[in-house]
């Protein structure tokens, strides 16, 4: 499950970082999303992966971590999820206005 | 009287995220229109926040940190707000950038788009977050909201030059915080807690197969501070977004970057001031910071417009406390604060003062290109037209000349730091601390070589740049005095008397600023008001 994990979130970087790297503005937001939902992984990595946890309290398992799914990065990765989302929308209104104000989707407002 | 005191104090900590968000929602109910009732909700809410934050800072210097526990859960679990001297201190000043942005906005540009208050509140929010934050999440979350609340800021007046720069300002911002998260995640991975107090426990007990990780993932998360504290090479985005951005949002971005700075210096101390990891990292510190500076003072002597030169300049004070930071000694971190409060203010003052010099030098020249949003019906309804019915910005006074001057001069000598303003003060307390003046016949190391390079260069090319763009703006053939409103005059006014104030004040505000940094260094003090509940969680006493 680990090297499934790691290679999703190497893959989703790799081409996260190319497509960032691309002079075209669309492009880049794609590679800015891609990113992020590497991020996203990652984070929810880190809490330990884990099989057959409990998410939530239930009677009779000792309330620890050694029973229980780490809920912390859970947390995390939902609020990283929401702005990411936000962002993601904000960056999209600019490229929009850029399109409109500069007649392309060059990043740099010129071929 | 002094028992109502008490029992509010400990809620002066969160006032300053929850004023401004606040005051926001109330302007966002407000509609377009209706400017100058939110000038005047907007200044009476940056005044009270100015208020709240010395109130802040007088505490915190009498009776040490304030913890603010959000439902009573202990720290380390709940949400922790904690004011100490650093997070009072940068509050202080960012709210005075606040309140002078705002005055200068009112004469003129709050009219060049829409929401241009409730986003300064929200800056406003933002920022303070970002210095009472006690955990690495929560520190994400309010950089998130000013960062948000900046894209708004920097597009305000919209144009074609603010949308290209702010595409590439959102972009290298995202792709920071996704670096941010990155590193948070795998400090939490290692050590198990996000609270900065936490984990400076935590990473002095790491096991040893595990420190390389911790190392990993500060100096991920550190690449994130550097790219919003402008450190070279992650820097190309700020010239073209702050010389692009309208004045007073300029004015108000002079302290994002040192909001970086101060995450940097906040998380490197709590981290790595003892244990076995001790100090790691300062050389690059000082090495970024010393590229970053001479790198910055270059470009301006290159730059040919004044508002890429005051940009410049914010990158080349972000460098000097880079630097400053990475020597890692007291003394020199409390010249750094010091000097950093000086560099804010003049930063910000000249700002303003650009765009009313740009405003003078291109006098006919039409807005369109400035603002094409601003429309002739914003831009004329409460504008006086004169006998020949154009409408009037500023009255042209006959001393409005002499003001500018010695109001760039002002800022010269500030970005400068020549004496005898408050940046000379600054420098040569991190000088003669970097160099141990006083300590007898110590040798000055490499390093402080280095920085004393660093820091002489940089000044005499600000000097020089600045020297040379003055002599061609204001010693031109004589034409019609600038036209100056009274809001904006007094904003400059009020930052660059608050630099003169910071001169003659220099004793107890360095005083301060070296306490500051003797607290940071050996951050027990810190850890043990954040988890020591030395002020217990108030609330839950409280119910009882």
């Given at each position: 499950?680990?090297?499934?994990?790691?290679?999703?979130?190497?893959?989703?970087?790799?081409?996260?970082?190319?497509?960032?790297?691309?002079?075209?503005?669309?492009?880049?937001?794609?590679?800015?999303?891609?990113?992020?939902?590497?991020?996203?992984?990652?984070?929810?990595?880190?809490?330990?992966?884990?099989?057959?946890?409990?998410?939530?309290?239930?009677?009779?398992?000792?309330?620890?971590?050694?029973?229980?799914?780490?809920?912390?990065?859970?947390?995390?990765?939902?609020?990283?999820?929401?702005?990411?989302?936000?962002?993601?929308?904000?960056?999209?209104?600019?490229?929009?206005?850029?399109?409109?104000?500069?007649?392309?989707?060059?990043?740099?407002?010129?071929? | 009287?002094?028992?109502?005191?008490?029992?509010?104090?400990?809620?002066?900590?969160?006032?300053?995220?929850?004023?401004?968000?606040?005051?926001?929602?109330?302007?966002?109910?407000?509609?377009?229109?209706?400017?100058?009732?939110?000038?005047?909700?907007?200044?009476?809410?940056?005044?009270?926040?100015?208020?709240?934050?010395?109130?802040?800072?007088?505490?915190?210097?009498?009776?040490?940190?304030?913890?603010?526990?959000?439902?009573?859960?202990?720290?380390?679990?709940?949400?922790?707000?904690?004011?100490?001297?650093?997070?009072?201190?940068?509050?202080?000043?960012?709210?005075?950038?606040?309140?002078?942005?705002?005055?200068?906005?009112?004469?003129?540009?709050?009219?060049?788009?829409?929401?241009?208050?409730?986003?300064?509140?929200?800056?406003?929010?933002?920022?303070?977050?970002?210095?009472?934050?006690?955990?690495?999440?929560?520190?994400?979350?309010?950089?998130?909201?000013?960062?948000?609340?900046?894209?708004?800021?920097?597009?305000?007046?919209?144009?074609?030059?603010?949308?290209?720069?702010?595409?590439?300002?959102?972009?290298?911002?995202?792709?920071?915080?996704?670096?941010?998260?990155?590193?948070?995640?795998?400090?939490?991975?290692?050590?198990?807690?996000?609270?900065?107090?936490?984990?400076?426990?935590?990473?002095?007990?790491?096991?040893?197969?595990?420190?390389?990780?911790?190392?990993?993932?500060?100096?991920?998360?550190?690449?994130?501070?550097?790219?919003?504290?402008?450190?070279?090479?992650?820097?190309?985005?700020?010239?073209?977004?702050?010389?692009?951005?309208?004045?007073?949002?300029?004015?108000?971005?002079?302290?994002?970057?040192?909001?970086?700075?101060?995450?940097?210096?906040?998380?490197?101390?709590?981290?790595?001031?003892?244990?076995?990891?001790?100090?790691?990292?300062?050389?690059?510190?000082?090495?970024?910071?010393?590229?970053?500076?001479?790198?910055?003072?270059?470009?301006?002597?290159?730059?040919?417009?004044?508002?890429?030169?005051?940009?410049?300049?914010?990158?080349?004070?972000?460098?000097?406390?880079?630097?400053?930071?990475?020597?890692?000694?007291?003394?020199?971190?409390?010249?750094?604060?010091?000097?950093?409060?000086?560099?804010?203010?003049?930063?910000?003052?000249?700002?303003?003062?650009?765009?009313?010099?740009?405003?003078?030098?291109?006098?006919?020249?039409?807005?369109?290109?400035?603002?094409?949003?601003?429309?002739?019906?914003?831009?004329?309804?409460?504008?006086?037209?004169?006998?020949?019915?154009e409408p009037l910005v500023g009255y042209p006074f006959p001393a409005s000349t002499a003001f500018l001057?010695?109001?760039?001069?002002?800022?010269?000598?500030?970005?400068?730091?020549?004496?005898?303003?408050?940046?000379?003060?600054?420098?040569?307390?991190?000088?003669?601390?970097?160099?141990?003046?006083?300590?007898?016949?110590?040798?000055?190391?490499?390093?402080?070589?280095?920085?004393?390079?660093?820091?002489?260069?940089?000044?005499?090319?600000?000097?020089?740049?600045?020297?040379?763009?003055?002599?061609?703006?204001?010693?031109?053939?004589?034409?019609?005095?600038?036209?100056?409103?009274?809001?904006?005059?007094?904003?400059?006014?009020?930052l660059l008397a608050a630099c003169i104030g910071l001169t003659v004040a220099a004793g107890p505000v360095?005083?301060?600023?070296?306490?500051?940094?003797?607290?940071?260094?050996?951050?027990?003090?810190?850890?043990?008001?954040?988890?020591?509940?030395?002020?217990?969680?108030?609330?839950?006493?409280?119910?009882?």
């Amino acid at each position: 499950m680990e090297l499934v994990l790691a290679l999703a979130i190497g893959v989703l970087t790799g081409s996260g970082a190319w497509l960032l790297l691309r002079p075209r503005t669309f492009q880049v937001i794609m590679g800015l999303s891609l990113i992020s939902y590497a991020v996203n992984l990652f984070i929810f990595s880190m809490g330990g992966l884990a099989i057959d946890k409990e998410p939530l309290l239930v009677d009779g398992v000792t309330p620890d971590l050694a029973h229980y799914a780490d809920p912390m990065p859970q947390a995390l990765v939902l609020t990283a999820i929401v702005i990411g989302f936000a962002m993601t929308a904000l960056f999209l209104v600019v490229l929009l206005a850029s399109r409109g104000s500069t007649g392309t989707d060059h990043v740099d407002g010129a071929e | 009287m002094t028992t109502l005191v008490e029992r509010l104090a400990p809620h002066l900590a969160v006032l300053p995220i929850l004023l401004p968000m606040g005051t926001a929602a109330v302007m966002l109910l407000m509609g377009e229109g209706r400017r100058p009732a939110k000038v005047a909700l907007g200044a009476s809410a940056m005044l009270a926040g100015l208020a709240v934050s010395i109130a802040l800072l007088w505490r915190v210097s009498v009776r040490g940190p304030v913890l603010y526990v959000p439902g009573g859960w202990p720290a380390a679990y709940g949400i922790a707000v904690v004011a100490d001297g650093l997070a009072a201190f940068m509050l202080v000043l960012a709210w005075a950038l606040g309140a002078c942005a705002l005055i200068f906005a009112s004469a003129r540009w709050h009219r060049a788009g829409v929401h241009f208050h409730p986003l300064l509140q929200l800056q406003l929010m933002g920022l303070s977050g970002a210095f009472l934050a006690g955990d690495l999440f929560n520190l994400f979350v309010f950089f998130e909201i000013l960062l948000a609340a900046s894209y708004g800021l920097l597009l305000h007046g919209s144009g074609r030059s603010r949308i290209v720069a702010g595409l590439r300002y959102v972009a290298v911002n995202l792709t920071a915080s996704s670096l941010f998260l990155v590193g948070a995640t795998m400090l939490y991975g290692v050590t198990g807690t996000l609270n900065m107090a936490a984990l400076s426990e935590q990473v002095a007990h790491v096991a040893a197969g595990d420190r390389g990780l911790v190392h990993a993932g500060a100096a991920i998360l550190a690449v994130a501070f550097l790219a919003k504290a402008a450190a070279w090479p992650l820097n190309l985005w700020l010239v073209p977004a702050y010389s692009a951005a309208t004045a007073p949002a300029a004015a108000v971005f002079a302290i994002l970057t040192k909001v970086g700075v101060y995450a940097l210096l906040r998380m490197w101390t709590l981290l790595f001031s003892g244990g076995p990891s001790v100090a790691f990292g300062s050389d690059a510190l000082l090495l970024f910071g010393a590229v970053t500076a001479s790198l910055a003072a270059l470009a301006m002597i290159g730059a040919s417009r004044l508002a890429q030169q005051a940009a410049l300049s914010v990158i080349v004070s972000a460098g000097t406390l880079l630097a400053a930071l990475g020597l890692g000694r007291d003394a020199v971190t409390g010249g750094a604060l010091f000097y950093l409060t000086s560099s804010a203010l003049s930063a910000s003052a000249l700002f303003l003062l650009v765009d009313v010099v740009e405003r003078w030098q291109n006098a006919g020249a039409t807005l369109d290109d400035k603002a094409p949003y601003l429309s002739p019906a914003l831009e004329e309804r409460d504008v006086n037209l004169d006998d020949e019915q154009e409408p009037l910005v500023g009255y042209p006074f006959p001393a409005s000349t002499a003001f500018l001057g010695l109001a760039f001069m002002a800022c010269m000598l500030l970005v400068a730091g020549l004496p005898p303003l408050s940046s000379f003060v600054g420098k040569f307390a991190m000088l003669s601390a970097a160099v141990g003046a006083g300590d007898g016949a110590a040798p000055i190391t490499g390093r402080a070589w280095v920085f004393l390079g660093v820091l002489v260069g940089t000044g005499f090319a600000s000097l020089f740049a600045l020297t040379r763009t003055g002599i061609r703006i204001f010693w031109s053939p004589a034409r019609e005095g600038p036209r100056i409103r009274l809001a904006e005059g007094v904003s400059i006014v009020v930052l660059l008397a608050a630099c003169i104030g910071l001169t003659v004040a220099a004793g107890p505000v360095s005083r301060y600023a070296l306490d500051t940094a003797r607290a940071l260094h050996s951050p027990g003090g810190y850890v043990d008001a954040v988890l020591g509940g030395r002020i217990a969680p108030a609330t839950r006493a409280d119910v009882r």
